[in-house]
């Protein structure tokens, strides 16, 4: 069965610093990952999914992921953080002809200024 | 507007209270999704629907009910509310028939059980 792992539950960073926030999935058939973003007191929200082909997907504000299959990660990284990327981030699998989801246990991201 | 709504925003309630808790969109998506999110543990799926007629239990079903009233209607109700129901619930639509098309989430209800 597919499984996510968030190895940060929090990850605090000063404003304009590099973050990486690290996803690592567990699965023996091929996946689809995502990467949704929860803003203070919102619902979540895509930030960035792999499906296949190149494994460097990016987002519109900045964010960037990279699916490794050898290593079954898909990290997300920032090379210059801004407060308004405060929020936790979810990584979510799905197994390729599953009908769900399943999540991370998320990371809360903190830039200080 | 917001596409995907949900009622209460909070509620606090009380041990063995019958709750419900209502989802609405309009994005004219067939499939519905009703999670709890709790601090460390992330979103579990409670249960999922591609269609009025088809409903299907998610990962921490037991407690809980669904009823799909309609395409863009989706309520979630707890029988009899115990503490440990106390969470964070989000309901997201998504489009189409494939699993990696984006979920839409609505705003949350957080619900107190005392």
């Known amino acids: 069965a597919q499984s996510v792992t968030q190895l940060d539950s929090q990850v605090p960073v000063f404003e304009e610093a590099p973050v990486e926030l690290r996803c690592n999935y567990s699965s023996s058939v091929s996946v689809y990952l995502f990467w949704y973003v929860q803003y203070p007191n919102q619902g979540l929200q895509l930030l960035l999914k792999y499906l296949s082909g190149s494994t460097l997907v990016e987002s519109i504000n900045g964010f960037e992921a990279e699916f490794n299959k050898s290593q079954t990660s898909f990290h997300l990284r920032k090379p210059s953080v801004h407060i308004s990327d405060t929020a936790e981030y979810f990584c979510a699998v799905s197994e390729k002809g599953a009908q769900k989801l399943v999540f991370g246990q998320g990371t809360r991201l903190t830039i200080n200024p | 507007d917001a596409d995907v709504t949900q009622t209460p925003r909070n509620r606090i309630t009380k041990t063995g209270k019958r709750i419900m808790l209502e989802c609405s969109q309009t994005?004219?998506?067939?499939?519905m999704y009703w999670y709890r999110q709790d601090p460390g543990l992330g979103l579990q799926l409670i249960y999922y629907?591609?269609?009025?007629?088809?409903?299907n239990k998610g990962e921490i079903s037991d407690g809980y009910s669904v009823s799909r009233q309609a395409q863009a209607k989706f309520s979630l109700s707890l029988e009899s509310a115990i503490p440990n129901q106390t969470a964070l619930y989000f309901c997201?639509?998504?489009?189409?028939?494939?699993?990696?098309?984006?979920?839409?989430f609505g705003p949350g209800t957080r619900l107190t059980v005392l």
């Open positions: 629907s591609f269609d009025v007629k088809d409903i």
């Open positions: 997201a639509t998504s489009e189409g028939t494939e699993i990696y098309n984006e979920q839409f």
């Open positions: 994005k004219g998506h067939d499939r």
